[in-house]
């Protein structure tokens, strides 16, 4: 496609409830990010997809979060029994190699 | 791993004004930098990189940004802002090898017409 596409964009979800969020990268992009900005704080990283390797997942906060991309393309973040803290923009963004990351308009999930 | 810190969390400045927006990175080795925007309910766009070569990159909008090893610095400049110019900026540093993009904690930037 012609940019990254993520869906939804506005997610509400009730407290302990499991969300999923999809990417769709650029085509031919090998590497994918994953990203949460909460009011304040920036771009916390989250997980990191390269080709064929392992993923990096040292951003992941807790064990209620996870992701895959399936077929080194699309990927899904999935959120567990959702706190309120929880509450943020994810972002997906990807890239080639070693360039430059186009991002995504980002998913907004709520939590009430 | 990396690490990336943006020394001014929110800089208000009048039209025509000078800016200098700080960025310093740790890592040990070789890294590719950058500096995205964000304005107002838009999604994060590139302004400028570092990959190699001159150490003084120019990127789009006027803006500009000097990287200084010695000082593990890559400050984004812009001789004269403009209302239009109102948005967060953030830098970010990943291997030169490849790697994770981290981010700063985001500047933002408030220019008053």
């Known amino acids: 496609g012609a940019g990254v596409s993520q869906s939804p964009s506005n997610k509400v979800t009730e407290k302990g409830k499991d969300v999923e969020l999809r990417c769709d990268p650029i085509?031919?992009?090998?590497?994918l990010y994953w990203y949460r900005q909460s009011l304040g704080q920036g771009l916390e990283f989250l997980i990191y997809f390269q080709g064929n390797s392992a993923p990096d997942k040292s951003g992941l906060p807790s064990d209620r979060f996870s992701a895959e991309r399936t077929g080194g393309s699309v990927s899904t973040l999935t959120i567990q029994r959702t706190q309120q803290e929880d509450s943020a923009v994810y972002l997906c963004?990807?890239?080639?190699?070693?360039?430059?990351?186009?991002f995504g308009q980002g998913t907004r999930l709520t939590v009430v | 791993a990396q690490s990336v810190s943006q020394h001014n969390h929110h800089v208000i400045l009048s039209e025509a004004a000078s800016l200098e927006l700080g960025c310093n990175y740790s890592y040990g080795g070789t890294v590719n930098l950058f500096w995205y925007v964000q304005y107002p309910g838009q999604h994060l766009q590139l302004l400028l990189k570092y990959f190699s070569g001159d150490p003084l990159v120019k990127g789009i909008k006027g803006f500009e940004a000097e990287f200084i090893k010695s000082k593990f610095s890559f400050n984004l400049r812009k001789p004269s802002v403009q209302w239009s110019d109102t948005a967060e900026y953030f830098c970010?540093?990943?291997?030169?090898?490849?790697?994770?993009?981290?981010f700063g904690q985001g500047t933002e930037l408030s220019v008053k017409p």
């Open positions: 085509s031919g992009h090998t590497a």
């Open positions: 970010a540093v990943t291997p030169a090898q490849g790697g994770k993009l981290i």
């Open positions: 963004a990807s890239s080639l190699r070693v360039t430059e990351a186009f």
